[in-house]
């Protein structure tokens, strides 16, 4: 098969092409190096050395085995290729046969992977991404209602990510729920987005709707109202109808059909 290509596009063109159809193809590689790091608890253990470590702190820090040092070391320098850590080399260092300078690259935090320091910290955003490694491409509303555990997971990533930015979003652009005395979060989950509302606007009575497989595990102390159901048959009555980001995808494939 001939590459008709070659008639019209120049030699760099093509070249440039061909790597990024690679950078496109191995993309992949980083979410796996990204999920890596996260269960191994890289981040935190590098925030836990003062927001520096070398690979030997990261291995001690997080139980990998000398064996493997070779291998943290790869996932490290793809996921600093990523943004996702920063990293000092010492020059004057002999380089391994990664071509790193054995023990001596220093291995920061950036943004990103600041975000994933912690288990429990509010703005983790590491249940979100190992949700979306270990189930992304899967149509998620059939599994939920099949497998207990994948809507725990599904709900727990949404709930990680929506307080993060729900908190942002309530400081910065509070002013939309002024005036209201009520609001429905539809598809709202376990209810992180309606609790920092009614943090914020105690007055406003918040409620929650969301079908019965996550309703039924959500936290319920009282600071907003689950409703089970599905929102194409009811909505609870509010002054406003709250919907936040993956919701809008679920409308549009619903009308669509
Ligand atoms: C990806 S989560 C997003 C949760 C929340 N809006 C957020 O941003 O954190 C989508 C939610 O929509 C819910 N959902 C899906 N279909 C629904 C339906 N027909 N009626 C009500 N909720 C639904 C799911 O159970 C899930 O909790």
Redesign the pocket.
Known sequence: MSCHAEQELSTPEMLQGHIELHHHLFGYLKSMALRCAADLGVPSAIHRRGGAATISDIAADTGVHLAKLPHLRRIMRVLTGAGIFAANDEPSSPADQDGDAAGETVYTLTPPSRLLVGDHATCNMAPMMRFLAAHGGVS??EM?KRDSSY?RA??EA??G??SFVMDIAVREGGDVFRGLSSLV?????HG??AMAIARAFPHIKCSV???P??ISEAPADGTVNFVA????EYIPPANAVF?????YS?IHNYFLK
């Open positions: 998620a509303w939920t809507s599904l709900n949404c709930a990510d929506t979060d539809v598809g709202g989950g992180a987005a709707l969301d079908l497989q996550a159901g599905n929102m194409f919907l936040k980001v993956y919701i679920l």
